[in-house]
């Protein structure tokens, strides 16, 4: 089946740096991946839509400027936390639509900011 | 826009029991409709979805789900539930190839 490889899966960081975290589709191509952050216990909620080639669309309360998301290639997309503050601490999480217009998910990436 | 409701947010069961998960999607017209589930430390898996066609959907580990339009609703069951079913399981829903979740369902068997 198709999977969505996402790294790294922890990342412990200092208030004031910033994170890149990678979502790659290992055996099919996405023009469209998608950002999820994941609060304790609660849904996911959608932070970003990130196309191939083109910029991100971003939901509304999301700061553009703050997560940063390139999609390179078809098979990779990365979010960037800049200059994080501990309030950016949470679970983030990327698909990819994949064959059968499914959405396929990457494992998340549990971001700590001391 | 479209909002999903899980109105059972923490399931308790003994192996065996029967199960059936409530969901309920904001408005209907067509609609796309998934359910996932996120066992202890792994990645969001499908266990089923709703495209077209036969409202009673048959997904992987024995889950099925029953798309009914007049009532919104796209409930989640399995006859008899094993402990290995611990999860959390999620609603969602597809508006403008973005999938909008529910708040989820935390389901614990017991043996």
């Known amino acids: 089946g198709a999977v969505v490889s996402q790294h790294p899966s922890w990342v412990i960081c200092k208030s004031g740096t910033s994170v890149k975290i990678e979502c790659r589709s290992l055996?099919?191509?996405?023009?469209?991946m998608f950002w999820y952050r994941q609060f304790p216990k609660q849904s996911l909620m959608l932070m970003a839509t990130s196309n191939e080639g083109s910029k991100a669309t971003y939901e509304q309360g999301v700061e553009k400027d703050k997560f940063l998301i390139n999609h390179a290639s078809l098979t990779l997309s990365t979010l960037t936390v800049t200059s994080a503050h501990p309030e950016d601490s949470s679970f983030y999480i990327c698909?990819?639509?994949?064959?059968?217009?499914?959405?396929?998910f990457g494992a998340g990436t549990r971001l700590s900011v001391l | 826009a479209q909002s999903v409701s899980q109105h059972n947010h923490h399931v308790i069961l003994s192996e065996a029991a029967s199960l059936e998960l409530g969901c309920n999607y904001s408005?209907?017209?067509?609609?796309?409709l998934f359910w996932y589930v996120q066992y202890p430390g792994q990645h969001l898996q499908l266990l089923l979805k709703?495209?077209?066609?036969?409202?009673l959907v048959k997904g992987i580990k024995g889950f099925e789900a029953e798309f009914i339009k007049s009532k919104f609703s796209f409930n989640l069951r399995k006859p008899s539930v094993q402990w290995s079913d611990t999860a959390e399981y999620f609603c969602?829903?597809?508006?403008?190839?973005?999938?909008?979740f529910g708040t989820g369902t935390r389901l614990q068997v017991f043996p």
């Open positions: 055996d099919f191509q996405a023009t469209t």
């Open positions: 408005y209907g017209g067509t609609v796309n």
């Open positions: 969602a829903v597809i508006e403008t190839d973005k999938l909008i």
């Open positions: 698909s990819a639509t994949g064959p059968g217009a499914i959405q396929y």
């Open positions: 709703y495209f077209s066609g036969d409202p």
